[in-house]
């Protein structure tokens, strides 16, 4: 089944991966994170889903971004210098336009938590962008239509500062999707309930996976809530077989995040989980 640039392949209603091998930030152990060029490394590494952060700029756009501000840890200045210590928070995305936003190097510098990333002049792509480079691709590669697992990042504290407040964010992120026609394969993950109960009110048939990294318990954050996601998504030390077994009762599927060793997706795999989330998706080919 290949894609076709605008025309997506149709899907049954909650159909996912029957094993979800999703890509975090693309291939971020690989290519600079939540860039055009970590996402397309992923797709020739196979995987069923490519994941990801965004972000709302000044002039409402949606940018990929993990982090609300651009970090100094692995980007640089749009001439090429580093981010003095100083300025760590400074350039705030949300107070920023995406023209502004696009100039910073986002891949050139050596990240030591990453040292085997490739390094490449790059930057924050818009979603939109994204999406017709990813379809593109597939196109043109014959490939498999991905899903998208896309992040919502905010928080309370967050609102009117760093983003904007919960209904804003998915109305602009919902923007984007429909016009690129792709609903169907998206899923919008958070840890932030709010943006999920949004999508449940307004937009029932979007994917939804809960993000957890709390030690609440699966029924208190369910609670939470409010409502059955399509996905649980723990921290893979989380993982427990009486979890996997309480999420596959309550029609759940079980993706945890994330997880960069092949001895640990192995374990986790035995364990009945439905899919695995890591920086070197080029692991799974071990699998």
Known sequence: MSAQHGAIPDTTARHLPAFDLEGHRGARGLVPENTIPAMIRALDLGVTTLEMDVHITKDKQVVL???PYINPEHDLLPDGSEIPAAHKHKYVLYQLDYATIKTFDAGSKFYDKFP???KLP???PLLSDL???VQTYLQQKELPQVYYNIETKSKPRGDGKLHPAPEEFVELLMGVIEAKSISEWVIIQSFDVRT????QRRYPHIKTSLLVENLKGLNKNL???GFIPDIYS???KLVTPSLVRNCHAKGMKVVPWTINELKEMQRLKEMGVDGLISDYPNLYREL
């Open 65 to 67: 971004s993990h982090d």
């Open 116 to 118: 085997q990333q490739e």
């Open 122 to 124: 790059t930057y924050k």
């Open 131 to 133: 999406i017709d480079s």
């Open 196 to 199: 999920l109960q949004v999508l």
């Open 223 to 225: 609670e939470a809530l």
């Open 234 to 236: 723990p921290y893979y």
